[in-house]
């Protein structure tokens, strides 16, 4: 079992940046596909980015050129680093992980897909 603990997440005024960090509570990376995923208020969720155990990302069109993810293999812990942050930016972010990144590019931003989800942190961006 795996714990998945998220922070970072607050107010922004629009043009800003946040950094969120996700916390595993045991290594993860071996073999292992880990993103960002977002929900906004009566949307359904959406994948934000993800990364492979090899460093491989892949990114939603949406925030493409804006947001970075990363992972620090030592610290167990997964990063969104976000920038130019937009108003349409504001949603819950959850990280979320899944033992095998085979394929990964094909399904990443299938929520179905993971079997590990983080309880979420608050994003909000004002214009």
């Known amino acids: 079992q795996v714990q998945l603990v998220e922070s970072g997440g607050g107010s922004v005024q629009a043009g800003g940046s946040l950094r969120l960090s996700c916390a595993a509570s045991?290594?993860?990376?071996?073999?292992?596909?880990m993103a960002w995923f977002r929900q906004a208020l009566g949307k359904e969720r959406e994948g934000v980015a993800a990364?492979?155990?090899?460093?491989?990302?892949s990114y939603a069109d949406s925030v493409k050129g804006r947001f970075t993810i990363s992972q620090d293999n030592a610290k167990n812990t997964l990063y969104l680093q976000m920038a130019s942050l937009k108003p349409e930016d504001t949603a819950m972010y959850y990280c979320?992980?899944?033992?095998?990144?085979?394929?990964?590019?094909?399904?990443?931003?299938?929520?179905?897909?993971?079997?590990?989800w983080g309880q979420g942190t608050q994003v909000t961006v004002s214009s």
């Open positions: 990364i492979d155990s090899d460093g491989s990302t």
């Open positions: 979320a992980a899944r033992y095998s990144a085979t394929g990964y590019r094909r399904w990443w931003a299938s929520s179905s897909r993971y079997d590990y």
């Open positions: 045991r290594a993860t990376y071996s073999s292992s596909c």
